[in-house]
Nanobody, 128 residues
Framework: VQLQASGGGLVQAGGSLRLSCTAS????????IGWFRQAPGKEREGVSC????????YYADSVRGRFTISTDNAKSTAYLQMNSLSPEDTAVYYC??????????????????????WGQGTQVTVSS
């Protein structure tokens, strides 16, 4: 399984970006996808999760209401729409795949060991 994250870039505060995470070598039917980010000098943190099992989604408090996670099974791709970006959102964003479509809850969405495969990351930089 390979995950390819893309869509990062430089954007001004208040702007938007849409990240993509395309999976290959995997039938994109039963899964959960997590998005994580890591800012310079900080630990990796969970951003969002979506499960194909029950359609559940979960967001970190810091992004809830601004970011939206979605998937397109026909394209084997997950998306993270990011609106109202702020400099605090600057980080490398990673997607991760859980091949078991367990629901995304506050308990398990950002549990690293849940995820089997990780993408290489895409840089998001938000200027003030």
């Amino acid at each position: 399984v390979q995950l390819q994250a893309s869509g990062g870039g430089l954007v001004q505060a208040g702007g938007s970006l849409r990240l993509s995470c395309t999976a290959s070598g995997f039938t994109f039917a039963d899964y959960a996808i997590g998005w994580f980010r890591q800012a310079p000098g900080k630990e990796r943190e969970g951003v969002s999760c979506i499960s194909s099992g029950d359609g559940s989604t979960y967001y970190a408090d810091s992004v809830r209401g601004r970011f939206t996670i979605s998937t397109d099974n026909a394209k084997s791709t997950a998306y993270l729409q990011m609106n109202s970006l702020s400099p605090e959102d600057t980080a490398v964003y990673y997607c991760a795949l859980d091949r078991l479509p367990a629901p995304c809850t506050y308990r398990n969405s950002f549990y690293y060991r849940r995820y089997d495969s990780w993408g290489q990351g895409t840089q998001v930089t938000v200027s003030s």
